[in-house]
């Protein structure tokens, strides 16, 4: 194809196809390209300034990327491009491509994603991925590169570049940042189930048991005379209590009529009487009280 010597960029019609068609297969591991000698000679004489980019452009299906080139041995009008660029620009063999010059600022940002979450099992994804993008001149967003590894292939997208959509990649440093791979799936949470919602209302209608209470039965006494109850004691020793404080009070007594408390005038009687009353008192509990005595009650046989 004749080329327009008049412009003062380099812009070309090819026909492409894949490097393996002239023995160069591992160009496919790259993104280097393969041109006629006349593209040499524009591009010399036009002062294009090095690393040569170019800019690559599929009219039929509105695709665009970039590249850079290795070696000027192809046959003219022919240009042998890696495999899996011409699968991103849905090219076939034969088909015509557009060539122009390109200047590309440097990379400061790029974002990737892997098509498979393989990638990030390896062991050291980052080194790996050093390694083989060395073989590349140029990122372009849109793009699917691959990465070969350990005889496996992996495909990953070029999701963003900073700070243009294309970047050159040459003697730069630039920040590597990774989007989830797009087999990449969150652990959705078991919804509750039917049956554990209705065994979970069951127990809620089902009444509370009674807490249990310790030592609350009757009690029993070894010689088989019927025990005194725990609170009778107790209202026993307070009872006590009242009618003697009440016994050294001058203006009230307290006295004891069924379970009422009463208090009345004691203005008319002396201090010996009372005093009497309180003594003949103590006497009689003295005798309620007989003293205990142990295994006098009845006889049981266990047979």
Known sequence: MDMDFGNSTFEQHYRCYPVSFIDKAHLDKGDKVIMPVSALCRL????????????????????????GVLEFIADEGMIYLPYWMMQNMHLEEGDIVLVKSASLAKATYVKLQPHTLDFLNISNPKAVLETTLRNYSCLTVGDTIMVPYNNKDYYINIVETKPSRA??????????????????????????????NKKRKVEEELPRKAEFIPFRGSAMRLDGKPAAVPGSVKKHHSDVGCETVASKSPSSTLSQRGRKLV???????????????????????????????????????LI
């Open 44 to 67: 010399a004489y036009l002062n294009i300034e090095y690393p040569m980019l170019f800019e690559l452009t599929n009219a039929t299906a509105g695709r665009v990327s970039h590249c």
């Open 167 to 196: 970047v050159s990649i040459i003697e730069t440093d630039c920040e590597v940042d990774f989007a989830p791979p797009l087999d990449y799936k969150e652990i959705e949470k078991p919804a509750p189930s039917l049956l554990s």
């Open 263 to 301: 208090f009345g005038s004691n203005g008319n009687r002396s201090q010996d009487e009372t005093a009497k009353v309180a003594m003949k008192n103590s006497q009689e509990r003295g005798k309620e009280k007989e003293p205990t005595q142990a295994f006098t009650g009845k006889k049981y046989s």
